[in-house]
């Protein structure tokens, strides 16, 4: 999305230093609301704050629009042992800290390397900038003795229907997914991330990505459209209900998961090659029919508008929504289905094209969710063999768990785990 329109919706919708301030109540924030409620009222991007129960960018703040860009970054572990394990975290979450509320870098002689590359000015400016660190499950394997802590369901992700998982794109030990208002800030970002932990960590894959705005987004739309052209994020779950972040997102006491897992959430990523040129030559009606809504509107094929509730029990042999349609598989709005609901923080990506001249596009699939098994994998199961699986396909990604929030000063992501 483009800064003009980030910052003509935040001025029509609310009051942007309000919403901030509320992100910053919501997490338990450290940054100064003063500064970041002015620098939300002047309409620009802001800081936002590391620590609280949850990390900030599973959600992203209260009322703020879907990050104009993106990026997944995936490492292996290379850190000797648990001490040095505990050392490269503690690094992590302090440089991530120092990114995300703009804290000044010190200057230093010029006989000496700068402490940061320079690329976005001398000082941090705000961006939007967060930063979700997960784990993998193969950083539970006999390295640092974690075994008997994994998450219950954390496994390495298994090939499913249609996929073509490469192995150089996909798992890892740890997993950033970085979200802020332009490519460049995320790429600072990573940057300053790996010279600052080089010696623990080494990486393995990445992919970046964006989200345009879409123009005719309503204030209860998906605010964004994929490269298929179709809205992407209607009717997900919405992140200023914390009764229902509490039921689909965190993993909470009682859920038969080890004690430091809650607050945090299973993270479930597929890097998904969209077959574009293939999709644009398919008729209108019959991508319609595929993804079981108007490609312009976004409506559903029993309403007038995209939030329209789609209507299924009405249609019991799928003459108006096809029973195989995308919407209706994914969530058939049935009292059995209504506990597999996910959070969706996806975003479109381009990597050029292949070795057949054949556009590489598609979508970063990331969904959060309380349970694997009750979240993704329930509504991936039913989508196995869907008619959208021949203009798609998986070719990278993983199963994660996004460490629970920092709450203490001085604390860092992953003290749980290892304590």
Same mark, same amino acid.
């Given at each position: 999305?483009?800064?003009?329109?980030?910052?003509?919706?935040?001025?029509?919708?609310?009051?942007?230093?309000?919403?901030?301030?509320?992100?910053?109540?919501?997490?338990? &924030?450290? &940054?100064?609301?003063? +500064? =970041?409620?002015?620098?939300?009222?002047?309409?620009?991007?802001?800081?936002?704050?590391? +620590?609280?129960?949850?990390?900030?960018?599973?959600?992203?703040?209260?009322?703020?629009?879907?990050?104009?860009?993106?990026?997944?970054?995936?490492?292996?572990?290379?850190?000797?042992? +648990? !001490?040095?394990?505990?050392?490269?975290?503690?690094?992590?979450?302090?440089? =991530?800290?120092?990114?995300?509320?703009?804290?000044?870098?010190?200057?230093?002689?010029?006989?000496?390397?700068? #402490?940061?590359?320079?690329?976005?000015?001398?000082?941090?400016?705000?961006?939007?900038?967060?930063?979700?660190?997960?784990?993998?499950?193969?950083?539970?394997?006999?390295?640092?003795? /974690?075994?008997?802590?994994?998450?219950?369901?954390?496994?390495?992700?298994?090939?499913?229907?249609?996929?073509?998982?490469?192995?150089?794109?996909?798992?890892?030990?740890?997993?950033?997914? #970085?979200?802020?208002?332009?490519?460049?800030?995320?790429?600072?970002?990573?940057?300053?991330?790996?010279?600052?932990?080089?010696?623990?960590?080494? /990486? +393995?894959?990445?992919?970046?990505?964006?989200?345009?705005?879409?123009?005719?987004?309503?204030?209860?739309?998906?605010?964004?459209?994929?490269? /298929?052209?179709?809205?992407?994020?209607?009717?997900?779950?919405?992140?200023?209900?914390?009764?229902?972040?509490?039921?689909?997102?965190?993993?909470?006491?009682?859920?038969?998961?080890?004690?430091?897992?809650?607050?945090?959430?299973?993270?479930?990523?597929?890097?998904?090659?969209?077959?574009?040129?293939?999709?644009?030559?398919?008729?209108?009606?019959?991508?319609?029919?595929? =993804?079981?809504?108007?490609?312009?509107?976004?409506?559903?094929?029993?309403?007038?508008?995209?939030?329209?509730?789609?209507?299924?029990?009405?249609?019991?042999?799928?003459?108006?929504?096809?029973?195989?349609?995308?919407?209706?598989?994914?969530?058939?709005?049935?009292?059995?289905? !209504? &506990?597999?609901?996910?959070?969706?923080?996806?975003?479109?990506?381009?990597?050029?094209?292949?070795?057949?001249?054949? #556009?590489?596009?598609?979508?970063?699939?990331?969904?959060?969710?309380?349970?694997?098994?009750?979240?993704?994998?329930?509504?991936?199961?039913? #989508?196995?063999? !869907?008619?959208?699986?021949?203009? =798609?396909?998986?070719?990278?990604?993983?199963?994660?768990?996004?460490?629970?929030?920092?709450?203490?000063?001085?604390?860092?992501?992953?003290?749980?785990?290892?304590?």
């Amino acid at each position: 999305m483009s800064k003009v329109s980030r910052r003509a919706f935040l001025a029509g919708t609310a009051s942007a230093g309000a919403l901030t301030v509320a992100a910053v109540a919501r997490s338990g &924030g450290d &940054g100064d609301p003063a +500064r =970041i409620a002015s620098e939300g009222e002047a309409g620009g991007p802001r800081y936002l704050p590391f +620590r609280g129960a949850h990390q900030i960018g599973v959600t992203g703040p209260v009322g703020s629009l879907p990050a104009g860009a993106a990026m997944l970054a995936a490492f292996d572990v290379t850190a000797e042992d +648990r !001490e040095h394990l505990a050392a490269t975290l503690r690094d992590l979450s302090d440089e =991530i800290e120092g990114l995300m509320t703009g804290r000044p870098y010190e200057e230093r002689d010029p006989s000496l390397p700068a #402490l940061h590359t320079g690329a976005l000015g001398v000082q941090p400016v705000p961006t939007e900038l967060s930063v979700v660190v997960s784990v993998g499950a193969s950083l539970f394997d006999d390295r640092f003795g /974690l075994a008997d802590r994994k998450p219950r369901e954390l496994v390495a992700m298994p090939f499913m229907a249609n996929d073509r998982l490469d192995p150089a794109r996909t798992h890892g030990d740890l997993l950033l997914q #970085l979200s802020a208002d332009s490519p460049d800030a995320c790429l600072f970002a990573l940057r300053q991330l790996m010279r600052r932990t080089r010696a623990g960590m080494v /990486l +393995r894959w990445t992919v970046e990505g964006f989200n345009r705005r879409d123009a005719d987004a309503t204030a209860d739309g998906a605010p964004v459209r994929n490269l /298929l052209g179709f809205k992407d994020g209607t009717e997900n779950l919405p992140v200023d209900d914390d009764r229902t972040l509490d039921r689909f997102v965190w993993v909470a006491d009682g859920d038969d998961e080890p004690a430091w897992t809650v607050g945090g959430s299973y993270q479930a990523v597929r890097v998904i090659r969209m077959l574009v040129e293939f999709w644009d030559r398919a008729p209108l009606g019959e991508q319609e029919a595929i =993804i079981g809504r108007r490609k312009g509107t976004g409506a559903p094929f029993t309403g007038q508008k995209e939030t329209d509730e789609p209507d299924f029990t009405s249609d019991p042999e799928g003459k108006i929504t096809p029973l195989d349609a995308h919407i209706r598989l994914a969530n058939p709005r049935t009292k059995e289905t !209504e &506990g597999n609901k996910i959070l969706r923080r996806g975003f479109s990506f381009s990597r050029g094209f292949d070795g057949s001249g054949a #556009l590489d596009q598609g979508l970063a699939f990331v969904s959060y969710q309380r349970s694997l098994e009750r979240g993704f994998l329930a509504v991936q199961n039913r #989508l196995n063999g !869907e008619p959208l699986e021949e203009y =798609i396909r998986a070719e990278g990604g993983g199963f994660f768990f996004a460490l629970p929030g920092v709450t203490a000063g001085g604390g860092w992501l992953g003290e749980g785990l290892l304590a």
